[in-house]
Nanobody
Framework: QVQPVESGGGLVQPGGSLRLSCAAS????????MGWYRQAPGKQRELVAT???????NYADSVKGRFNISKDNTRNTMYLQRHTLKHEDTDVYYC???????????WGQGTQVTVSS
C-alpha cells in the first residue's frame, strides 16, 4: 500500500521560497500521476500541480511561473518548489499518489505552510 508522507512545511515570509517533499512507500517510477493539492479552512481542496509517470506537468493558473513540481524516482520522492510566496499561499498542502488510473489514490496527512511577515 502506498503511503505518501509530506514534509517541508513551515513559516515563510512573503516573497520567500520553500520546498515541500512527498516521500512514498514504494517505487513511484510507474505511478500514473502524483500531485500536490492545498486546502484552506472551510474551503474545498484544490489542485496545485500534478506530474505524470513520463514527467508531464500541469499547474493551477494561480501558481504558474512560481511553483515547480518534480520527482526523483530513485528516491521515491516528489517535490514542490515554491517561489515568490504570497499570503494567499497559506494553506495545508497535501500530496496525492495515483499509481494506476483505474485504482485508488492515496493522500498524505498534509503539511501546513504559513506565509506571513
Amino acid at each position: 500500500q502506498v503511503q505518501p508522507v509530506e514534509s517541508g512545511g513551515g513559516l515563510v515570509q512573503p516573497g520567500g521560497s520553500l520546498r515541500l517533499s512527498c516521500a512514498a512507500s514504494g517505487s513511484i517510477r510507474s505511478f500514473y500521476t502524483m500531485g500536490w493539492y492545498r486546502q484552506a479552512p472551510g474551503k474545498q481542496r484544490e489542485l496545485v500541480a500534478t506530474i505524470t509517470s513520463s514527467g508531464t506537468t500541469n499547474y493551477a493558473d494561480s501558481v504558474k511561473g512560481r511553483f515547480n513540481i518534480s520527482k526523483d524516482n530513485t528516491r521515491n520522492t516528489m517535490y514542490l518548489q515554491r517561489h515568490t510566496l504570497k499570503h494567499e499561499d497559506t494553506d495545508v498542502y497535501y500530496c496525492n499518489a495515483l499509481p494506476t488510473h483505474w485504482g485508488a489514490s492515496y493522500w498524505g496527512q498534509g503539511t501546513q505552510v504559513t506565509v506571513s511577515s
